[in-house]
């Protein structure tokens, strides 16, 4: 690759995935809204989109303060590593042939999973510095609940990898030419896509800033723009776990007559709105159901699908 | 299981439902006539003041946001002020079920806001309407025993002239 | 006590009382209309309707009238029996058959005995289809206003009005449905108690007139315990107050006082404190013309005049015993010795009300409360009008009649409170009341003996029934044949009597008459009876002046003259009404800076170089001493604004900005009630006349609005629409909002309104008292300062000579004045109040004799006016008698004056 278009191709996914984040609040919003028989937002600019707009700038011009018992440093940096962490995972997305910062790297799945493990210093950093016991109990719950699902996660997508026999996303794309892994790996791609939710601790798995116990969780005491990072973070976050999905179990770019981008953001785009979905329907568990469910439904669940693609792939590579 | 799948499909179906809520203020929505909006104080079908300063309704209001000094007027009551803290009001509707002479009344009117919260009290010339409101007929010095301009004693509905105390028959 | 049975629980009941009340007493919510503690029962209203069953074995029962019915031991009742609520419930049902739909324009609407005991019996619809029987009104004068069609003919109104009061133009008109209870003709109620009308009807036939129209309902009005400061008899009063304005006056029980009733006086003359003619700020002459300025300038202005000579102060009778205090202590290091203070009074009040508040202190007889007085079985009123000086006083005067028809009740075993029947047995009984005055009163149609003589007479009088009690008395000598048997038929009346009292007062500043009244409760006590002597003081609290002492205004004069007197600071106080013009010109004249701290425009005030606006009764917190030495708290119901503030703040805060030692460093009314306290041994119990600031009851303070007070995000909102906390002062253990405790057994000097739980009228008062009639639950108001240690007797005073009304100092033409005291128009504050100026009239002096009435001109001593004069053949011969203060301001008792006609009426 050329420098200027790597160059090219890297600020365009770091602006890409701002605007998608900021578009899908937008976004959600409105679904919200048709979801409870209602416009939802429409009053800002044609069909509300420059609600986006108006939202971006109540956020900027909010007060930035920082508690005067925060620890400063910590407060500061937190939701800063929580972007940035979501952001660089972005890298490794192919979200075509040729558009794509570091697809191929041949790391690439081990690598998101790297930065969805630095995402969490994020949150138990930014709820441990805000001295406040809502952001603190946000915290813990948060923690438990990323590094728990990690596992699943990373468990499910064992699977994919060994059938593809690569950690590189293009290179398991590549693989889905012919079927997409949501077929052999349907048991993989459910708990991927669970484990996505609560990884990003969207709703019904928003337990770590369950507004009605603890304030807002973590970020209670976070304002303006470091709010706003935290906020962006979500639904960058949401955006990343859609393209993993795309891009692991939906054959990625792949599809007929349509350009290779189309068809990824299509599918990304659906996966987007399926999240938001869930939202409207489903209603919060509790959170020693949400970690029973994890333990004891999806490790057996996504082991038992590691074994038997093993076995297979054994079975196959034998005959 | 089953039953998340469902909801799941069932919340899906909403996208495709009519809108429930109404372009407010491009469209006006219907009230009811009993909406319980902006207070109004009626007058009789002889035009005057209904009100009688009873009290009733400022001590029917469970935050208080009225009150009033009664003041008469040729055997009249009447109110010398009327003041309404609307800012505080919560249009519970208990002023108008308190009030013996129907004077007091809510409207379908809740187009209220203001930017100063000083406006939002109404004195008696915001609130006084020149209509008897919903309830066309009633006046209360009809059948009340007092004596007004007009009325004399027992001339009230279901009274008998006043009794000479004279008058030694059984 | 007898045990009765009501609805199968076991209570206690007094012996001799009725069913109703041990009902009551037992906590038992029954209906009643016509029974009244004081006025007893007579079944009028049917209301209170019980089932009483003969024995445990009955299950039938009766339907008994409990008001009628007398306790007895092991009496069965029931008041749920269904039978007998039904009873109640068509009786009210009757009655309001043709009660008018009226209660939203009712002044009596949510302090309603008929609401009350109408939601009690559980009457909630209207089955009666035809019309309803109306009356016409009549006016009743600028006090009642009258409303018949909401009668329902309990007569308690008469009863209280004629049999009570002794009232007789109110009675009862026409017959069966169509009864009237009004006067012959429409007119002024002339009773000087008809405000207790108000209070007695329990509907809203008899409304308070000034009160409607500043009307408020029971709900909206912060209370407070008051003490009436319009005569010095202190009755308990509790004012009610609204957005900032005293609306009305009620009565307030207190048992051993005023109980049940107040005098008009006292119920309508607090309206001064919302006159026109209050002071409202600071001022100071300022090139000729009085300009008002901050607090702060006017105290910066008192530091220079301070510091120009001696300070002297003036106290005041109307203002508490704290205030005068601070005076006295403003001027105490003036100069050495007595403190450079007046009592205000000039002789010869001064020296009068002096020696009888001594005389009250040292008296071997008691002093005797109004509840003594109303239960004396002898009772002397020796040279004093009470109805016009201390009106409460007489009404309980008036009750010595009910008393000896009480003894005839018992020799036939008819309970008292069988109101029928005793009245009927007494109808010709006359009171155990013998009366001297110079003029008639109304207190003689009672009267066994009425005695009509010049003060120095009835002196006489006195000191001869003295002697004929205990002849180690001081005789009098050249007495009349017809005096001697009068002496000694009241002596002898006295002699018979169990509980006799003597009452008199300062009305004709003789000293000699109080040292009569005196020498024969001394004697009567030397005879082992348990003798009382009750003396009429001239103003509220001329008792606790006295006790703190003071100089007369003419040794002030004498002072002024000499040079002396840099500064007056004269407080609360119109010298204009204590002495004549010239007296006045000529003190004013002398001093060389006049400081007035008041909290109306007076005369007085009107010449002060620097004046500094007071608060008045309903303002502040204090103590008054009444003519039984009774020290009782008055608290504020108003919040006043600055600059107003109490006159001892005022002191204190003058003597800081002109750097005086002057021991008023009191921040709360607590340190300045110590402070007096610790003044004198006289004053040591004065702490105990109500609890202090701190007080509480189950936790909180005691609330000073009801808990359905209404309005309160509105009732400023024309001001601001933001809210602001309630008031506050250091002063006041109540609490200034609807937040705090309230209970039934509160202190009683602490009582803000009477209120229970359905109960919302007046009547609720049963409720707070430990028997009906009887103590209040949470302890009196007030406390006694005198008399403390009883001294063994002796006799005083010397035995004036013969009075004679034809002047000899004044030439032909001058004839003895003396003060003829009205009920309405001799007291100073209760004229600023509208409806009692409207009542008083004009003033009219009288002179004894024959001849036209018509328009003359009074003169005495320098001083003249024009004034409406009547002849009336049944005074003195030749003796004036002027309403004091009104026609000429001030002159000194007994005066010499003249009149001279100008006009004369034809005589009809």
């Known amino acids: 690759m050329v420098w200027w278009w790597a160059i090219i191709v890297i600020l365009g996914t770091v602006f890409g995935v701002l605007a998608v984040a900021a578009l899908s609040t937008m976004l959600e919003r409105r679904l919200l809204g048709f979801f409870q028989d209602r416009p939802g937002p429409n009053r800002v600019g044609p069909f509300g989109l420059l609600q986006v707009a108006a939202d971006a700038i109540k956020m900027l011009f909010k007060q930035d303060w920082i508690p005067p018992f925060a620890d400063k440093p910590v407060f500061f940096i937190a939701p800063i590593i929580g972007f940035l962490a979501v952001l660089i995972s972005f890298a490794m997305i192919p979200i075509t042939p040729s558009w794509s910062v570091a697809g191929h790297l041949n790391v690439g799945l081990l690598w998101v999973f790297g930065m969805m493990g630095l995402h969490v210093y994020s949150v138990v950093l930014g709820g441990w510095s805000s001295n406040n016991k809502f952001a603190l109990l946000g915290a813990m719950r948060a923690t438990a609940q990323m590094i728990s699902y990690e596992v699943f996660m990373g468990l499910s997508l064992l699977g994919v990898v060994m059938t593809a026999g690569s950690f590189a996303l293009s290179d398991i794309v590549e693989a889905q030419k012919h079927v997409w892994f949501v077929i052999p790996q349907c048991l993989g791609a459910v708990v991927f896509f669970i484990a996505g939710i609560a990884e990003t601790h969207r709703l019904p798995f928003d337990l770590p800033e369950g507004e009605n116990e603890l304030g807002a969780g973590y970020h209670t005491e976070y304002s303006s723009m470091k709010f706003g990072m935290f906020f962006l973070a979500e639904y960058a976050g949401m955006a990343l776990i859609a393209s993993l999905v795309t891009a692991l179990y939906l054959g990625g770019w792949s599809g007929p007559i349509l350009p290779p981008v189309v068809w990824f953001v299509v599918k990304a785009f659906l996966l987007l709105c399926f999240f938001i979905l869930l939202r409207t329907a489903l209603p919060r568990p509790r959170y020693d159901q949400l970690m029973a469910f994890g333990w004891k439904v999806l490790l057996p669940l996504s082991l038992l699908n590691t074994l038997v693609t093993g076995a297979v792939l054994l079975l196959r590579a034998g005959a | 299981m089953l039953g998340i799948i469902r909801t799941i499909w069932l919340s899906f179906l909403h996208l495709f439902h009519k809108n429930v809520t109404v372009q407010y203020p491009e469209v006006k929505p219907y009230l009811s006539p009993r909406y319980r909006g902006r207070i109004v104080l009626t007058r009789d079908p002889n035009g005057e003041e209904r009100c009688v300063a009873c009290n009733l309704c400022a001590a029917a209001c469970p935050v208080d946001c009225i009150s009033l000094q009664k003041g008469e007027r040729e055997g009249r009551w009447y109110p010398e002020f009327f003041q309404i803290n609307f800012s505080r009001c919560i249009f519970c509707g208990f002023c108008e079920e308190a009030c013996p002479t129907y004077a007091i009344q809510l409207t379908p009117d809740f187009e209220m806001s203001e930017y100063v919260r000083q406006n939002l009290v109404y004195e008696k010339k915001d609130l006084l309407i020149s209509g008897p409101g919903k309830v066309p007929g009633y006046s209360f010095y009809n059948i009340s025993g007092l004596a007004i301009p007009g009325k004399d004693k027992g001339e009230a509905e279901h009274e008998a002239p006043p009794v000479d105390t004279h008058s030694l028959m059984p | ?908």
């Open chain 3, 1 to 908: 006590m007898a045990k009765i049975t009501i609805d199968g629980r076991v209570v206690e009941a007094r012996d001799g009382g009725n069913l109703l009340q041990a009902c009551l007493e037992a906590g038992t919510d029954l209906p009643y209309f016509c029974w009244h503690p004081e006025l007893g029962s007579v079944g009028a209203c049917r209301q209170c309707a019980v089932k009483q069953y003969a024995n445990a074995d009955d299950k039938r029962g009766r339907i008994v009238m409990a008001c009628m019915t007398p306790v007895t031991e092991g009496a069965i009742l029931s008041v749920d029996d269904p039978e007998a609520k039904e009873f109640r419930g068509e009786v009210v049902e009757w009655l309001m058959t043709n009660h008018p739909h009226d209660c939203p324009v009712c002044e009596e609407g949510g302090e309603c005995h008929l609401q009350d005991m109408t939601v009690m019996t559980g009457h909630r619809e209207r089955r009666f289809r035809f019309d309803k029987r109306t009356h016409r009104n009549q006016d009743l004068g600028p006090f009642v206003k009258h409303e018949m069609n909401r009668c329902i003919a309990c007569y308690r109104c008469v009863r209280f009005y004629k049999d009570y009061a002794g009232g007789e133009d109110l009675g009862v008109f026409a017959q069966h449905n169509n009864v009237y209870f009004g006067r012959q003709e429409s007119g002024t109620l002339e009773s000087p108690f008809a405000g207790n009308l108000i209070e007695v009807c329990p509907t809203g036939v008899f409304t308070d007139k000034p009160f409607s129209r500043m009307y408020s309902r029971k709900w909206d009005m912060r209370g407070a315990p008051s003490v009436c400061t319009h005569c010095s008899v202190g009755c308990s009063t509790i004012l009610n107050e609204r957005a900032g304005k005293v609306r009305r006056t009620l009565n307030r029980y207190n048992d051993e006082v005023n109980r049940y009733f107040l005098c008009d006086r006292g119920r309508f003359g607090n309206d001064f404190v919302n006159a026109p003619s209050r002071l409202r700020a600071a001022g100071y002459v300022m090139d000729g013309r009085m300009t008002p300025v901050p607090p702060a300038q006017a105290l910066t202005r008192f530091a220079e005049i301070a510091a120009d000579g001696p300070i002297f102060g003036v106290m005041s009778g109307r203002a508490s015993v704290e205030s005068n205090l601070a005076l006295r202590r403003l001027v105490g290091e003036a100069l050495a010795g007595e403190a450079n203070v007046s009592t205000g009074w000039a002789e010869p009040l001064h020296g009068a009300t002096m020696r009888a508040v001594e005389l009250l202190r040292s008296t071997p007889a008691r002093v005797a409360t109004l509840q003594e007085i109303e239960h004396s079985d002898g009772l002397l009123i020796l040279g004093e009008d009470v109805d016009a000086t201390a009106p409460r006083l007489a009404l309980a005067a008036y009750q010595t009649q009910r008393n000896a028809f009480n003894k005839l009740a018992d020799a036939n075993r008819i309970p008292h409170w069988l109101e029928a029947p005793v009245r009927t047995l007494g109808a010709e009984t006359l009171a155990p009341l013998y009366i001297a005055t110079p003029a008639p009163v109304a207190l003689d149609k009672a009267a066994t003996l009425s005695v009509r003589a010049l003060p120095d007479d009835i002196a006489r009088l006195g000191f001869a029934i003295a002697n004929c009690i205990d002849p180690a008395a001081p005789g009098v000598s050249g007495l009349g044949e017809d005096e001697t048997q009068r002496a000694a038929v009241i002596a002898d009346a006295l002699l018979a009597a169990e509980r006799p009292v003597i009452v008199s007062g300062t009305q004709y500043a003789s000293v000699a008459l109080i040292e009569a009244a005196a020498n024969i409760a001394a004697a009567l006590a030397a005879k082992g009876k348990a003798a009382g002597l009750s003396l009429v003081l001239p103003e509220a609290n001329a008792a606790g002046i006295a006790l703190l002492g003071g100089m007369s205004l003419d040794a002030l004069l004498e002072k002024a003259r000499a040079g002396q007197v840099g500064t007056l600071v004269v407080l609360e106080r119109d010298l204009a009404r204590q002495m004549p013009q010239a007296g006045f010109d000529a003190l004013l004249g002398a001093v060389r800076h006049l400081v007035v701290i008041d909290h109306s425009v007076t005369p007085t005030a009107e010449r002060g170089e620097l004046v500094l606006p007071a608060t008045a009764v309903s303002e502040c917190g204090g103590t008054m001493v009444s003519m039984e030495g009774r020290a009782q708290r008055f608290l504020q119901v108003v919040y006043p604004e600055a600059p107003l503030q109490v006159g001892w703040r005022w002191l204190r805060d003058m003597a800081e900005a002109a750097g005086i030692q002057a021991e008023i460093g009191w921040q709360t009314l607590d340190q300045a009630t110590e402070a007096v306290a610790a003044e004198a041994p006289v004053f040591a119990a004065i702490r105990e006349a109500a609890p202090e600031a701190g007080f509480m009851l189950e936790g909180e303070h005691i609330r000073s609005q009801t808990s359905r007070v209404s309005g309160r995000t509105a009732i400023r909102a024309n001001i601001s629409v933001h809210d602001i906390p309630p008031p506050f002062s250091p002063d006041t253990p109540l609490a200034s909002d609807m937040e705090g405790s309230y209970a039934v057994d509160m202190p009683g000097a602490l009582v803000p309104f009477y209120r229970v739980p359905g109960w919302n009228s007046e009547q609720s008062l049963n409720k707070f008292q430990q028997e009906i009639g009887g103590r209040m639950r949470g302890g009196d108001s007030g406390v006694r300062l005198f008399p403390g240690e009883v001294s063994a007797g002796g006799y005083v005073g010397a035995v004036p000579t013969r009075a004679d009304g034809r002047g000899q100092t004044g030439g032909e033409a001058a004839c003895l004045v003396l003060p003829a005291y009205e009920v309405f128009g001799s007291d100073e504050t209760s004229m600023a109040s509208e409806p009692v100026k409207q009542r008083a009239g004009e003033p009219v002096v009288r002179i004894g004799g024959h001849g036209a009435s018509g328009v003359a001109v009074l003169e005495i001593g320098g001083d003249r006016a024009e004034v409406a004069v009547t002849v009336d053949p049944a005074l003195p011969e030749g003796v004036i008698f002027c309403p004091p203060y009104r026609v000429i301001p001030g002159f000194a008792t007994p005066a010499w004056g003249s009149l001279r006609m100008v006009e004369a009426e034809a005589v009809a």
